[in-house]
């Protein structure tokens, strides 16, 4: 060979040479990429993850404490409801004592007892107690106890005649059934017995 050959040899040499430094220091940057476009792909899916788990959480938070709220609400109905319940026999004594009492010697003892008696029944409703008093209405098992029955044709079968306890409902739950005389058309057997 001769020189000039040489040198281009040497000179061809040192472009793979530099070719060869530029290829691997290319693939060191291209591997370095794509550890970095890796690690912010897995950045990316843990902070999805750890977004979703914080909706779950807010979501589950929610839902007990409104869980929480709805007890304590029931809580307080349990508790005013016993309360009522309590106070119930109370309204019967005064509506006994009021009943009995009827001398002109105790009118003023009476304005005592039925202010007293008044303002009892008002706190009962303002608690959210109502009264069921269904003289002239139909008897309906849930709200009414049956302790007598008259025969008649005067009124509808089933036909609430008279209220001997009133009863007390507390939101929809009954506290106490009224106990009533109920309206009964006279059968065949009865009519006979009675001849």
Do not use: C
């Not at 530099?18 to 912010?40: G, I």
């Not at 009995?100 to 009892?120: P, S, T, V």
Request: glycine share 4%; aromatic share 6%.
């Amino acid at each position: 060979m001769s020189d000039p050959e040489v040198k281009i040899n040497v000179n061809v040499n040192k472009d793979d040479d530099a070719n060869v430094e530029q290829s691997a220091e290319a693939q060191a940057v291209a591997a370095d990429a794509a550890k970095a476009d890796a690690e912010v792909a897995k950045l990316g899916a843990d902070l999805d993850e750890l977004r979703q788990t914080l909706l779950r959480r807010q979501a589950d938070f929610d839902n007990y404490r409104k869980r929480i709220e709805k007890e304590r609400f029931e809580d307080s109905k349990r508790a005013t409801a016993r309360v009522i319940e309590g106070l119930i026999p109370v309204v019967d004594s005064f509506e006994n004592a009021l009943a009995a009492h009827r001398e002109a010697e105790y009118d003023n003892y009476r304005k005592g007892f039925e202010l007293i008696y008044k303002q009892l029944l008002e706190n009962l409703t303002r608690l959210g107690a109502e009264r069921i008093d269904p003289v002239g209405k139909s008897f309906d098992p849930h709200l009414h106890q049956a302790v007598d029955r008259a025969e008649t044709t005067d009124h509808a079968d089933g036909t609430i005649l008279q209220v001997f306890q009133p009863g007390y409902v507390f939101h929809g739950r009954v506290l106490r059934p009224a106990m009533v005389r109920v309206a009964v058309h006279p059968s065949a057997a009865s009519k006979e017995a009675v001849n």
